[in-house]
């Protein structure tokens, strides 16, 4: 009987070189950071961190896709000397990095030596002192989210290993971006209202707090500001909604408290927030207006809402009226329950006094209305 062994099947393992140990750890140190942290810029630092230290380049971009406007513009650079080309930004499509972001595919120049446009190029940019360049796509799916730039990092020199190690670190930035953005949309659809698109009443309380908060001196402050800071709550009502309800329905009456909304939004413009506060009930936080700045904002609120036509786009040009109420910091309220009360209270006088106008709180005596009426209002 044969009694020699088989020879074994398994195949020999190669032992793993300290540049293998070193890219493990990297990509160790790197998915553990995305997955103690959602801040971006946190998370980009460290990935971008990490390519620095394995590739050693002269200088490097990080540019992210602004994909409203098709365009590139800087979020990182290094060295730290040199400051983020502020307000820079790139078309998709042009230049290296443009051309990158467009087409999805990496570019890598180990020389720009060998490359008789690069050579020209860098000729023209000798403070550049430029030898190679490498521009990595960052793509999640089908969608291209930022590029990475590398100037000098000695390509040539390093083993073919080392372009797919750099995708691997431009796919970690790519989960950072797709996660920080689905954390934006969490926190987006927490603070809005479905409905209108404005914030909802409870992002109004937050940045109510916020501000009396920044207008309030803290407790024991020894500097007392010399001008005490402003800002106004604005309560709107929508006059007789419940009749537009019961006549057209609930997805008309869906449909123009959207429309509404939106012109209350246009009309203070984006240095005030604009909120639903509930059922026909709107609320406008008036940053930096006094009384007076804020009674004139506050009546061509309430005038633009008298004029509009809504949802003529549907053949309807539906007509609505507004009762508004105002109040202001810190005359009329010190705190965020005594403004919202007061607004609430003015927007009922002026519900008490017809309908169809604006009621001002007047400080100097509590719960007294000053009404302003409405230029197209009869009597």
Known sequence: MNDRRKPSRRKRREPIGSRQMESLRVFHDVARALTSSLELNALLGSIMEKMEEFFGPDHWSLLLVDEEKAELYYALT?????????????????????????????????????????????????????????????????RTLGVLQIRNSELDLLPPESAAFLRVLCNYAAIALENARHVRLIHTLGITDDCTGLFNARHLYTLLEEQVAQATPARGARVVPIQQPHFSLLFLDLDRFKSVNDTHGHLIGSRLLAEAGGLIKRMVGPEHDAFRYGGDEFVVLLRGLDK????????????????????????????????????????????????????????YAAKAAGRNQLCVADGSRPAAAQPQGSRHRQE
């Open 292 to 347: 007076p700045a804020a009674t004139k904002l506050a009546q061509s609120v309430n005038d633009a809402v008298e004029e509009a036509r809504f949802l003529s786009g549907e053949g309807m040009a539906l007509r609505l009226t507004a009762s508004a109420g105002l109040a202001t910091f810190p005359q009329d309220g010190t705190t965020l329950h005594e403004l919202i009360r007061s607004s609430d209270t003015m927007m």
């Open 78 to 142: 290094a060295p730290t000397n040199e400051p983020v080309p502020e307000g820079l930004r790139i078309a998709i499509g042009d230049g290296l990095a443009g051309h990158v972001a467009e087409t999805g595919n990496a570019l890598i120049i180990p020389d720009v030596n060998a490359d008789p446009a690069w050579s020209r190029y860098a000729a023209q940019h000798p403070e550049l002192n430029l030898h190679s360049l490498a521009c990595f796509p960052i793509r999640h799916g089908e």
